[in-house]
């Protein structure tokens, strides 16, 4: 079946919904490309990413292995049900990230979108991920 852009299906998302970016809304549907875990970037290359369904689904890649999980989201708060993931070993550096990145998701209880990124902040509001938009995904 033809697909939707994003930008199409956010907009017909949000106009059925009544969201907004400002509130969190629809604007996580989609693919990202993680940029920084409590604050620390990644590492060059990583292939961490994270990608929101509007079905409540969630995916990606933790930096070695595959996750696949549910999460929740009403305005902007958001929460993650329990990961299913992959067990391939891989290099310490990336288990570590993939470890940090795991860890994160979990504290996870408001989504933001501050300069163009997504922040997952904890309950302190402390950021514990950032990502970017990925663009011409499919």
Known sequence: PPRLDSSAASDV???QAGTSPANGGSELTGQWTVETIADRPVIDRSPATIEFTQDER???????????GSFEQSGP???FGQMATTRMMCPPALMDQEGRFLAALEKVV???FREGLLVLL???????LSASRRENTQ
């Open 13 to 15: 998302y949000k106009r």
């Open 58 to 68: 969630v995916a990606g890649n933790a930096s070695c292995n595959r996750f696949t």
């Open 77 to 79: 708060d958001l929460s």
């Open 110 to 112: 408001r989504a933001e």
């Open 122 to 128: 904890d309950s302190d509001g402390n950021p514990l």
